[in-house]
């Protein structure tokens, strides 16, 4: 287990290298020779310390020994001169292993600066190993910090995810283990390192022939190198790592192994990939092309873990559908979906992984499904560890799974189970299925609670469905002239509402997809901004993103009791979206909805006792929308411009998005209605108040009155502090005041600055603070009211769908 210090020390060193050097991969190849280097001096000065002699730096390469390096007798310019040519020379050194002086070879000193060298070998010389695997745990640690691996689709796998699924697989000392993509080998050493801990004993010929069954493949060279480099100091001494195209050549074809684990690259090359024919499943896409390659190449034992892509999960191309429905025949037993972050801070992609055993399949006719939500770490670009990991549970669930042969089924009560985090579905139903999909929530029968209190009816046995479309843009006598409203998912607020429009005409409804739906009909956004929802109280045409809900019968469903029944599960329905980019749900997954169905009277009182609370809503948020601070103004009074009483604020650097917490010691700010965007802990960011000062927002056009100390979450914020002329909070009030619609300007800060605000006397602006500050409080309990009716509302469409915890 790597040490703090050590790590404290290789930050350190790629910050010293980081003025002359700045491409990360070039630090970490200078990083790189420098341990090795100090390495091998190390196990001379061991060797001699215990009567031996030195083995690496003799002869003619003895006067490059490290402790000459450092000899302080040495000027800047002459251990600059000496380093250099140490290790252009170490390459043709016979006394050093053939894996180090390939390293080595054309490896150079890319600066001249004997400051920055001086630095830097002070902070190696550190490093103290006796050991090539504690060597190998610092490397490790150099390579998951380097941040330039998302070229081409190849993402660094977080170590974690990589444990997880070695330890899933579970190889064992006597089997071949192959990673066909194995960048810097991270699934090969993790293999090795479970193997030792779970076989002790092992003998000097056990081991050798345990690394022996070891190989990986990778068709970038510098890929190849840094993968021989970590498998040699985690004590490989011979590491077998191929330069190879695995998609591409055949060479290595016939090969097959017992385990194969991956995380092939997810991006396929402008063209597609050009395979040769020996490919079961006809393909150019790269993840289809690794997934075939793993699952063929599984020895008739074989197991693997696979990390793939959503778009192997359900694109309804058919080389998916093809791989899919081979991988459910003959060698998929699990899926497990990690959340959307996992590769963060390289790709917000979705990943799942696939686990294969071609005897497991065989033994159970079933499909297990695992839903990561949490795996120990935020989703972030630093990837913070929480407190919160599903991954544990998660190994414990596929476990009994894999032991299932001994044991009726997967135990039911547990608190995965409870908390949704697996299901097993039928082989022959995911075979059926006409795209072959393998999202497990799309199999989830409890993905939409359901009700203990009434009968259940499916959405599609009551209603109607209707979709619509988009009339060409340029097709003119689609929208010139119209008169009839369309709407699409931008056109319905948050408060379900319909806000705005656009018009087409009768030849747009008569010959494009778009459908005129009537009055009363729900609307339900089932793409993009999936589970937005309203009640229509005129018709309007749709768009293809929205899908309307016709009641059939209106005596037996009222159409305002299907809004507020579609509304409890919005959340729901918005969670069971899927795509790559765009994400949604089906129309089909609407239709087979179910919801609670009362008696008619019963559908009436629900809907009038809820209608009251939304009466209440809307009239407290006119209030508060309407309400706006107002000064009556002295004439008296004198008027001064805003730039002339603004001072010098000196601005504290803004956090990354990225990188905002969900709790922490200072809110993040930004411009929005909203304002607090996040947490932060890290005081280097903070903006420590000393007096209140007023928050601007250059785009957004919000004028904030913030009195705690604070972290910038975005550009655009504009920092108002007035001189002493102005009570703080009467300055924000004033400029609330003045800065409304109707002056001509177009409201953003350079307007903003110029504008004028009165300057009453300090005593009377604390008078008119006192008493805006009174208005404010009457304002805040209107809020206040609605957080009161938002969470009756809660607990009625609780005691509708029989869900006594939310009701509670």
């Known amino acids: 287990m790597l040490d703090v210090e050590t790590k404290a020390r290789i930050d350190s060193a790629r910050d010293i290298l980081v003025g002359k050097v700045p491409d990360p991969k070039s630090q970490v190849e200078q990083i790189t020779i420098a341990l090795i280097y100090k390495f091998m001096d190390d196990m001379d000065c061991q060797s001699e310390a215990l009567g031996g002699k030195a083995s690496f730096f003799t002869g003619e390469f003895k006067k490059y020994r490290w402790a000459n390096l450092l000899d302080r007798r040495l000027g800047g310019y002459e251990r600059l001169l000496l380093y250099a040519e140490g290790i252009e020379k170490t390459n043709v050194n016979k006394n050093i292993p053939q894996l180090f002086r390939d390293i080595f070879k054309g490896v150079f000193l890319p600066y001249r600066d004997p400051e920055t060298l001086n630095l830097f070998l002070k902070e190696i010389d550190g490093f103290i190993y006796d050991h090539s695997e504690r060597?190998?745990?610092?490397?490790?640690?150099?390579?998951?910090?380097?941040?330039?691996?998302?070229?081409?689709?190849?993402?660094?796998?977080?170590?974690?995810?990589?444990?997880?699924?070695?330890?899933?697989?579970?190889?064992?000392?006597?089997?071949?283990?192959?990673?066909?993509?194995?960048?810097?080998?991270?699934?090969?050493?993790?293999?090795?390192?479970?193997?030792?801990?779970?076989?002790?004993?092992?003998?000097?010929?056990?081991?050798a022939r345990l690394m022996a069954n070891f190989r990986g493949y990778d068709i970038a060279p510098d890929m190849v190198r840094l993968s021989r480099v970590n498998m040699y100091l985690h004590g490989f001494p011979n590491p077998v790592i191929h330069e190879y195209d695995t998609l591409t050549s055949e060479e290595r074809w016939d090969e097959r192994c017992d385990v194969i684990m991956a995380n092939p690259p997810f991006m396929t090359p402008k063209g597609g990939i050009r395979p040769h024919n020996r490919f079961s499943i006809k393909a150019r896409r790269s993840e289809v092309l690794f997934v075939d390659y793993i699952a063929e190449h599984l020895s008739p034992g074989g197991r693997a873990g696979v990390i793939v892509p959503e778009g192997i999960i359900f694109q309804s191309q058919n080389a998916y559908k093809s791989l899919r429905r081979m991988l459910l025949e003959d060698y998929l037993w699990a899926v497990v979906s990690l959340p959307a972050g996992e590769f963060n801070p390289y790709s917000g992609v979705k990943t799942s992984i696939l686990f294969?055993?071609?005897?497991?399949?065989?033994?159970?006719?079933?499909?297990?499904?695992?839903?990561?939500?949490?795996?120990?770490?935020?989703?972030?670009?630093?990837?913070?560890?929480?407190?919160?990991?599903?991954?544990?549970?998660?190994?414990?669930?596929?476990?009994?799974?894999?032991?299932?042969?001994?044991?009726?089924?997967?135990?039911?009560?547990?608190?995965?189970?409870?908390?949704?985090?697996?299901?097993?579905?039928?082989?022959?139903?995911?075979?059926?299925?006409?795209?072959?999909?393998?999202?497990?929530?799309?199999?989830?029968?409890?993905?939409?609670?359901?009700?203990?209190?009434?009968?259940?009816?499916?959405?599609?046995?009551?209603?109607?469905?209707?979709?619509?479309?988009?009339?060409?843009?340029?097709?003119?006598?689609?929208?010139?002239?119209?008169?009839?409203?369309?709407?699409?998912?931008?056109?319905?607020?948050?408060?379900?509402?319909?806000?705005?429009?656009?018009?087409?005409?009768?030849?747009?409804?008569?010959?494009?997809?778009?459908?005129?739906?009537?009055?009363?009909?729900?609307?339900?956004?089932?793409?993009?901004?999936?589970?937005?929802?309203?009640?229509?109280?005129?018709?309007?045409?749709?768009?293809?993103?929205?899908?309307?809900?016709?009641?059939?019968?209106?005596?037996?469903?009222?159409?305002a009791y299907l809004f507020w029944a579609i509304k409890a599960i919005a959340n729901k329905i918005a969670d069971s979206a899927q795509g790559l980019g765009v994400r949604g749900v089906t129309r089909r997954f609407i239709?087979?909805?179910?919801?609670?169905?009362?008696?008619?009277?019963?559908?009436?009182?629900?809907?009038?006792?809820?209608?009251?609370?939304?009466?209440?809503?809307?009239?407290?948020?006119?209030?508060?929308?309407?309400?706006?601070?107002?000064?009556?103004?002295?004439?008296?009074?004198?008027?001064?411009?805003?730039?002339?009483?603004?001072?010098?604020?000196?601005?504290?650097?803004?956090?990354?998005?990225?990188?905002?917490?969900?709790?922490?010691?200072?809110?993040?700010?930004?411009?929005?209605?909203?304002?607090?965007?996040?947490?932060?802990?890290?005081?280097?960011?903070?903006f420590h108040i000393s007096k209140p000062m007023v928050l601007f927002g250059d785009h957004t056009r919000t004028l904030k009155y913030v009195d705690f100390d604070f972290v910038l979450g975005a550009d655009g914020v504009k920092l108002l502090q007035s001189d002493d002329r102005f009570i703080p909070r009467f300055f924000h009030f004033a400029l609330l005041n003045t800065y409304i619609p109707g002056l001509g300007y177009s409201r953003h800060f350079k307007e903003l600055v110029r504008l004028s605000i009165p300057l009453p006397p300090l005593d009377v602006q604390g008078e008119i603070v006192a008493e805006l500050e009174t208005e404010l409080k009457l304002v805040e309990t209107n809020r206040a009211l609605i957080e009161r009716m938002e969470a009756k509302i809660r607990v009625k469409l609780a005691e509708v769908w029989g869900d006594s915890d939310d009701a509670a």
């Open 135 to 207: 060597l190998g745990d610092a490397y490790e640690y150099l390579l998951n910090v380097l941040s330039t691996q998302g070229d081409a689709g190849q993402f660094r796998t977080p170590r974690h995810i990589i444990d997880f699924i070695v330890a899933v697989v579970d190889p064992k000392k006597h089997e071949s283990v192959l990673d066909p993509a194995c960048g810097t080998a991270g699934f090969l050493i993790s293999a090795f390192k479970h193997i030792l801990r779970k076989n002790e004993n092992l003998t000097p010929d056990d081991r």
């Open 356 to 559: 294969l055993d071609r005897n497991l399949a065989k033994r159970t006719d079933e499909v297990l499904f695992v839903k990561v939500e949490n795996d120990g770490f935020d989703l972030g670009a630093q990837r913070r560890p929480i407190e919160k990991n599903d991954l544990p549970e998660a190994f414990r669930v596929l476990k009994d799974w894999k032991d299932k042969t001994a044991m009726p089924a997967v135990p039911k009560e547990t608190n995965a189970s409870e908390k949704g985090l697996f299901l097993s579905v039928a082989r022959k139903r995911l075979l059926e299925s006409p795209d072959v999909n393998l999202s497990g929530d799309r199999y989830r029968p409890a993905a939409i609670k359901t009700s203990a209190k009434w009968a259940m009816v499916k959405v599609e046995e009551v209603c109607n469905l209707f979709g619509g479309g988009t009339p060409s843009k340029t097709e003119k006598r689609f929208w010139e002239g119209g008169a009839i409203k369309w709407i699409s998912a931008k056109h319905i607020s948050e408060e379900h509402a319909i806000s705005g429009w656009e018009l087409i005409t009768e030849e747009a409804i008569n010959e494009t997809a778009t459908n005129v739906i009537p009055t009363n009909a729900v609307v339900i956004v089932t793409r993009v901004s999936v589970g937005k929802i309203t009640l229509l109280k005129e018709s309007v045409a749709i768009n293809q993103d929205l899908t309307a809900l016709i009641v059939r019968d209106p005596d037996r469903l009222k159409p």
């Open 591 to 686: 239709a087979d909805l179910e919801i609670p169905l009362p008696p008619l009277q019963e559908q009436e009182r629900i809907v009038a006792e809820l209608e009251g609370y939304r009466k209440v809503i809307e009239g407290a948020r006119q209030v508060i929308d309407s309400y706006k601070p107002t000064i009556r103004i002295d004439p008296k009074w004198p008027m001064v411009r805003i730039s002339d009483v603004l001072k010098n604020v000196k601005y504290t650097p803004k956090v990354q998005k990225s990188e905002f917490l969900t709790q922490g010691n200072y809110p993040i700010i930004d411009q929005s209605e909203k304002f607090i965007a996040g947490y932060w802990n890290d005081e280097t960011a903070v």
